[in-house]
């Protein structure tokens, strides 16, 4: 059965640092690994998505990696703004179209 | 149009009551599905459909009723719900089942059982 691992749960910074957000999960054979962002009380927004046979995608101030032989992504987010606040939750697409989340981390980005 | 929509927003249900929830996308996505969010979780799978066909139910109890009655809608039919079963809806599709493009989700709908 395929777990998806988020690390750190929750993460608080100054504004403009720059961080790593982490995914792990324990099934290589996955279709894609998507980032999402979730806002309080919203639905959830794809920010990236990143097929099995790619090592990156970026989007802005944003780039994801993915090592699928060790099972790993990760969400780089540069110059961090207190917008960038929200829940961020990472996600595999495997067999018959399933989506398993991880736990995600929670973002609060001071001012 | 990236959207998916929902209705409605929020509900508010007594255990004996029958209601439902709806989805829309106009993106001519063949695959959509249902998924529940409780608090500070991530998103469960409840429900897939794969060309207006149910492909995957996850063991979700009866009281829950997927219904697909064309390509773009999908409903969910509520009756006899718990209070556990208070939780964030999510309606999300995508392009073409098991080829591992994008899932778009839809804002939820907030459900509450009293």
């Known amino acids: 059965k395929q777990e998806v691992t988020q690390i750190p749960a929750a993460l608080s910074v100054p504004e403009g640092e720059n961080l790593v957000l982490n995914c792990s999960f324990t099934?290589?054979?996955?279709?894609?690994l998507q980032w999402f962002r979730q806002d309080p009380g919203k639905g959830l927004t794809s920010l990236l998505l990143?097929?099995?046979?790619?090592r990156e995608q970026t989007s802005g101030r944003l780039n994801a990696s993915l090592d699928k032989s060790s099972g790993r992504s990760t969400l780089y987010i540069a110059a961090s703004q207190p917008g960038d606040s929200a829940t961020y939750l990472c996600?595999?697409?495997?067999?018959?179209?399933?989506?398993?989340f991880g736990g995600g981390t929670r973002l609060m980005v001071k001012p | 149009d990236t959207e998916v929509t929902q209705t409605p927003k929020h509900l508010v249900m007594g255990m004996t009551n029958k209601k439902s929830l709806k989805c829309e996308q106009h993106m001519g996505h063949r695959a959509m599905y249902w998924y529940k969010q409780k608090a500070k979780k991530p998103p469960e799978l409840m429900f897939v459909y794969s060309y207006e066909k149910l492909s995957i139910n996850e063991s979700v109890p009866s009281r829950f009723s997927p219904e697909c009655p064309n390509s773009s809608l999908l409903n969910l039919h509520l009756h006899a719900l718990q209070p556990e079963d208070s939780a964030l809806y999510l309606c999300?599709?995508?392009?073409?089942?098991?080829?591992?493009?994008?899932?778009?989700f839809g804002e939820g709908s907030w459900l509450t059982v009293v």
């Open positions: 099934d290589s054979a996955i279709y894609n």
């Open positions: 990143i097929q099995s046979s790619q």
């Open positions: 999300a599709s995508s392009q073409d089942p098991g080829s591992g493009n994008t899932i778009y």
């Open positions: 996600a595999v697409l495997h067999a018959g179209n399933m989506l398993t």
